[in-house]
C-alpha cells in the first residue's frame, strides 16, 4: 500500500514553461486535492476533486488546471509557470469531503 | 479575518514538559477539527481529528474542542524531542481550511 504518491519530488522550470503533477492513491478514496504550501502562510487549497468526474476551484486556483483522470489519478497543469508559483505542491486524498486526508510526499516547484 | 488562526510560535518547551498549542476559528457551522504534525520537509500527517466538544485523549496527545468559543487546542504531555515539528490545525467546513502551523522545539 504506497497511499499517495506524486511525482515529480522536484522540478525547476522557467518562466513560461509548462508542465504537469501527477499524483496516484491506491486507498480507494472519493476525493482528491491539491495544495501549495509557503513559508508562514499555511496550505492553500488549490483545486480538489469530490468525487469521479468532478473538479472544483479552490482557495488560489488562477494558473493551474486539473483533470480527475479516474478515480487514482489526479494531476495538476500549469499552462504558463510564473515565479509566484514556486512552491511544495502537496495532493491529498480522503474518503469523504468530511473526512481525514491523507498526503503525498510533495514536490518541490521552482520557477526562474 | 483569516479563517483559522494558531499561536505564533516558535513555541520552545523543555523534555518532559507540556506543550499547549492553540487554534481559533471564524466559521461557527464547522463541523470537524484536526491536527496534523509536519516534520521539515516532510508532508503533513494526521495526529488527531475531534468533532464533538470536549476532551479526546490519543497517548502523550489530548485535543480539546469548545465550539462555542470556536476554539480547538492541542495539549503535548511529556514532550519528546521527537515532538519538535510544525503543527497544523485544520478546520472542515466541506473544505480543509488550515492555520498556517505553529513550530515547537522540545529542548533536551
Known amino acids: 500500500n504506497a497511499g499517495v504518491t506524486q511525482t515529480p519530488k522536484f522540478q525547476v522550470l522557467k518562466t513560461g514553461q509548462s508542465m504537469t503533477l501527477q499524483c496516484a492513491q491506491d486507498?480507494?478514496?472519493?476525493?482528491m486535492y491539491w495544495y501549495r504550501q509557503d513559508p508562514g502562510m499555511g496550505l492553500r487549497l488549490i483545486y480538489y476533486?469530490?468525487?469521479?468526474?468532478?473538479?472544483d476551484k479552490g482557495e488560489v486556483p488562477n494558473g493551474y488546471n486539473v483533470s480527475r483522470l479516474n478515480k487514482r489519478e489526479f494531476s495538476l497543469r500549469l499552462e504558463s509557470a510564473a515565479p509566484s508559483q514556486t512552491s511544495v505542491y502537496f495532493c491529498?486524498?480522503?474518503?469523504?469531503?468530511?473526512?481525514?486526508?491523507?498526503f503525498g510526499p510533495g514536490t518541490r516547484l521552482t520557477v526562474l | 479575518q483569516k479563517e483559522v488562526e494558531q499561536n505564533s510560535g516558535p513555541l520552545s518547551v523543555p523534555e518532559g514538559a507540556i506543550a499547549s498549542l492553540n487554534c481559533t476559528y471564524s466559521?461557527?457551522?464547522?463541523?470537524?477539527f484536526f491536527w496534523y504534525r509536519q516534520y521539515s520537509g516532510k508532508s503533513p500527517e494526521l495526529i488527531m481529528f475531534?468533532?464533538?466538544?470536549g476532551d479526546k485523549e490519543d497517548g502523550r496527545f489530548t485535543a480539546q474542542l469548545n465550539k462555542a468559543s470556536q476554539y480547538v487546542s492541542l495539549l503535548i504531555r511529556d514532550s519528546q524531542p521527537s515532538d519538535s515539528a510544525t503543527y497544523l490545525c485544520?478546520?472542515?467546513?466541506?473544505?480543509?481550511?488550515f492555520g498556517a502551523g505553529t513550530t515547537v522545539t522540545v529542548r533536551a
Open positions: 491529498a486524498s480522503s474518503e469523504g469531503r468530511a473526512d481525514t486526508q491523507y
Open positions: 486507498m480507494n478514496h472519493n476525493s
Open positions: 476533486s469530490a468525487s469521479e468526474g468532478t473538479t
Open positions: 466559521d461557527r457551522g464547522s463541523q470537524s
Open positions: 475531534i468533532y464533538s466538544n
Open positions: 485544520a478546520v472542515n467546513d466541506y473544505k480543509l481550511s
